[in-house]
């Protein structure tokens, strides 16, 4: 079974661009949720679909948003890029949500210049 | 609100025992979780603990106490592939997964 597939691996943006992240879900998971990763803040929870339906959103600015398609793959997308996003975004998926096991992706690792 | 803390940092020799603790505060709790992350790579799940006591899976076991509002996570007979940053993990009443700062882990020969 394949695990979950994230796309770009990486990425270099300047201030001002917005970005589009890519999650592919492990077959037949349902959940998937978005977090970012940075030295000082750790990892922080963004959002979380299920079923095409944003379930759980994070503390972070409407600059950052997300979608489900049908197929479960989401992407997310952080528009007006700010030096302080450049972080490692990674996705994971589960086939409930709720407290079950996450299985996460590589991860997005994006640079703003 | 929740948070949960942990240790920055932790060394210990190849062979031995080690173990990373991680203390929560939380208005509601739902279990609490554990992954292993390499460099930067995408973290693993090792455990999760829903109830109070001991939960083994190989060289990894977990604890929890519901009472004291604490975890910890043990790693018997260290191999240096174990090196590596540990993270708890545990949802709060909003359904949001909360995350430690996480303990990186040095295993020495």
């Known amino acids: 079974k394949a695990g979950v597939t994230q796309t770009p691996r990486y990425l270099i943006k300047t201030r001002g661009q917005q970005v589009t992240l890519s999650c592919s879900p492990i077959s037949g998971h349902r959940s998937v949720s978005w977090y970012q990763q940075t030295p000082g803040q750790g990892l922080q929870f963004l959002f979380e679909?299920?079923?095409?339906?944003?379930?759980n959103k994070g503390n972070f600015p409407g600059r950052f948003s997300g979608r489900q398609f049908s197929n479960s793959r989401s992407e997310m997308n952080v528009s007006t890029l700010e030096l302080g996003d450049s972080a490692l975004y990674l996705c994971?998926?589960?086939?409930?949500?709720?407290?079950?096991?996450?299985?996460f992706g590589e991860g997005s690792r994006l640079t703003v210049l | 609100g929740q948070s949960l803390e942990q240790p920055s940092e932790v060394t210990a020799v190849e062979g031995a025992i080690v173990q990373i603790n991680c203390t929560y505060q939380?208005?509601?709790?739902?279990?609490l979780s554990w992954y292993q992350q390499h460099d930067g790579g995408a973290p693993t799940f090792l455990s999760y603990?829903?109830?109070?006591g001991l939960e083994e899976t190989g060289r990894f076991s977990s604890f929890l106490s519901r009472s004291k509002g604490y975890s910890y996570l043990l790693l018997k007979e260290l191999q240096m592939k174990d090196s590596a940053s540990y993270l708890c993990?545990?949802?709060?009443?909003?359904?949001?997964?909360?995350f430690g700062q996480g303990t990186e882990l040095s295993v020495k020969p």
């Open positions: 603990n829903g109830l109070d």
């Open positions: 994971a998926s589960s086939d409930t949500g709720g407290t079950g096991e996450l299985f």
């Open positions: 679909y299920f079923s095409e339906t944003q379930r």
């Open positions: 939380t208005s509601g709790f739902y279990g």
């Open positions: 993990a545990s949802y709060n009443q909003g359904g949001k997964l909360i």
